[in-house]
């Protein structure tokens, strides 16, 4: 049994373990914006394949106590890494360092740096050409206090480029981070679903992914762990292999809007290229004109600007055209609603149902629901009694 790390965005820990049981994943430990757990190579292939919200999948090499330069590198140097790849492949660093004894994560990174070359210099003569980015092989360092721990990065390019989004939009919501959105709000495919603020189509597309059970990297071919020794081509298209086939027959109802025909035509564009064209429906308009759903009730899963990153001339204002267009429009729904402006938010006049803390990189951020009933909800409540 092999220990890994994957990494993940804060709040979708529990998301995350969820997803790696569902794998296979055995001795599962929830960590801050990560999970650690247990398992052979067709658990290391499957986390690559099928996990939603990981970022990367780190393999656990060793770990050692460590407070001056000579102790890192003697430590980094004794581990046999021609054990795990030839001198051949490109090689990177990256450093996470938290400690008194290391305040300077380049300079962790070049002593471990040194420490792979000279360990391959010893025991073949040569050393490996550092390149970066995508190297063959990525070497994690981690250090906290006089702790340090050694990974090798098995994802290589992060998880959350699936590789349907090819353009540039403004302040893009990270895949990872849009899949847990719809997996936090317990959508199912059986339910409308509607982001009236689409931008580049992403929680769409993360939507269409799930509710059709397609694993979000089944198409991605370039994954560090095929560049080590004892890769198992056969068990990977084993894998991809047993995972293509499609479960449903039944198309998804997924709806998406957005004032901008740049981003419109930037959805669409997206939608097409993951496959998605006949299941996702894509209009230009702004939220305060989308037409009443012709359905009872739904979910609205939906991003919109927070200020931090888009300017708007008011956001208060258009956090409020939110509220009244979730009032008067989609009565009956669901609504989530991802933000980071915790002032605008106040401006939605609604009540909500529940908050959750997530961080959009180092940016807080809540992921807030509300029910939208017919109504008052103390008519609802009496009509419940």
């Given at each position: 049994m092999q220990k890994f790390i994957a990494k993940t965005f804060f709040g979708l820990e529990e998301i995350l373990a969820e997803e790696v049981r569902q794998i296979g994943g055995k001795n599962i430990t929830i960590l801050r914006r990560a999970v650690s757990f247990e398992g052979d190579d067709e658990v290391l292939y499957k986390a690559n394949i099928y996990l939603r919200t990981a970022i990367k999948v780190l393999v656990?090499?060793?770990?050692?106590?460590?407070?001056?330069?000579?102790?890192?590198?003697?430590?980094?140097?004794?581990?046999?890494?021609?054990?795990?790849?030839?001198?051949?492949?490109?090689?990177?660093?990256?450093?996470?360092?938290?400690?008194?004894?290391?305040?300077?994560?380049?300079?962790?990174?070049?002593?471990?740096?040194?420490?792979?070359?000279?360990?391959?210099?010893?025991?073949?003569?040569?050393?490996?050409?550092?390149?970066?980015?995508?190297?063959?092989?990525?070497?994690?360092?981690?250090?906290?206090?006089?702790?340090?721990?050694?990974?090798?990065?098995?994802?290589?390019?992060?998880?959350y480029k699936r590789g349907y989004r090819t353009g540039k939009p403004e302040a893009p919501l990270n895949e990872c981070l849009a899949a847990g959105l719809v997996l936090l709000s317990g959508w199912n495919r059986k339910q409308v679903l509607i982001d009236p603020m689409c931008g580049s189509g992403t929680i769409l597309i993360e939507a269409a992914l799930i509710g059709n059970e397609i694993p979000p990297n089944i198409n991605r071919t370039q994954f560090c762990f095929k560049n080590w020794f004892g890769?198992?081509?056969?068990?990977?298209?084993?894998?991809?292999?047993?995972?293509?086939?499609?479960?449903?027959?039944?198309?998804?109802?997924?709806?998406?809007?957005?004032?901008?025909?740049?981003?419109?035509?930037?959805a669409r564009e997206n939608i097409e290229r993951a496959g998605f064209a006949s299941e996702i429906s894509i209009r230009l308009c702004a939220i305060e004109d989308y037409p009443e759903p012709n359905v009872e009730n739904g979910v609205i899963i939906t991003n919109p600007p927070y200020d931090l990153r888009i300017k708007e001339q008011d956001i208060n204002s258009l956090y409020q055209t939110v509220g009244n267009a979730f009032k008067n429009t989609f009565t009956g729904f669901t609504a989530w609603l991802f933000s980071g402006n915790k002032n605008a938010v106040k401006s939605i006049g609604l009540r909500h149902s529940r908050k959750t803390l997530l961080y959009n990189g180092q940016l807080e951020c809540r992921l807030i629901q509300y029910t939208l009933y017919k109504g008052s909800k103390k008519n609802k409540d009496e009509e419940q009694g």
């Amino acid at each position: 049994m092999q220990k890994f790390i994957a990494k993940t965005f804060f709040g979708l820990e529990e998301i995350l373990a969820e997803e790696v049981r569902q794998i296979g994943g055995k001795n599962i430990t929830i960590l801050r914006r990560a999970v650690s757990f247990e398992g052979d190579d067709e658990v290391l292939y499957k986390a690559n394949i099928y996990l939603r919200t990981a970022i990367k999948v780190l393999v656990f090499i060793t770990g050692f106590k460590a407070r001056k330069a000579d102790e890192l590198y003697n430590n980094a140097k004794k581990i046999q890494w021609s054990k795990y790849f030839s001198v051949d492949k490109t090689i990177a660093v990256e450093s996470v360092v938290h400690s008194k004894f290391f305040n300077h994560t380049g300079f962790v990174y070049l002593k471990v740096k040194d420490a792979v070359a000279d360990h391959f210099r010893m025991e073949t003569g040569k050393r490996p050409n550092v390149k970066f980015p995508d190297p063959d092989v990525m070497i994690h360092v981690h250090i906290i206090n006089n702790n340090c721990a050694l990974y090798l990065d098995s994802s290589g390019m992060p998880l959350y480029k699936r590789g349907y989004r090819t353009g540039k939009p403004e302040a893009p919501l990270n895949e990872c981070l849009a899949a847990g959105l719809v997996l936090l709000s317990g959508w199912n495919r059986k339910q409308v679903l509607i982001d009236p603020m689409c931008g580049s189509g992403t929680i769409l597309i993360e939507a269409a992914l799930i509710g059709n059970e397609i694993p979000p990297n089944i198409n991605r071919t370039q994954f560090c762990f095929k560049n080590w020794f004892g890769y198992n081509d056969q068990l990977f298209d084993d894998i991809r292999t047993g995972c293509s086939e499609k479960k449903f027959t039944v198309p998804l109802l997924i709806y998406g809007a957005d004032k901008s025909t740049v981003a419109v035509r930037n959805a669409r564009e997206n939608i097409e290229r993951a496959g998605f064209a006949s299941e996702i429906s894509i209009r230009l308009c702004a939220i305060e004109d989308y037409p009443e759903p012709n359905v009872e009730n739904g979910v609205i899963i939906t991003n919109p600007p927070y200020d931090l990153r888009i300017k708007e001339q008011d956001i208060n204002s258009l956090y409020q055209t939110v509220g009244n267009a979730f009032k008067n429009t989609f009565t009956g729904f669901t609504a989530w609603l991802f933000s980071g402006n915790k002032n605008a938010v106040k401006s939605i006049g609604l009540r909500h149902s529940r908050k959750t803390l997530l961080y959009n990189g180092q940016l807080e951020c809540r992921l807030i629901q509300y029910t939208l009933y017919k109504g008052s909800k103390k008519n609802k409540d009496e009509e419940q009694g």
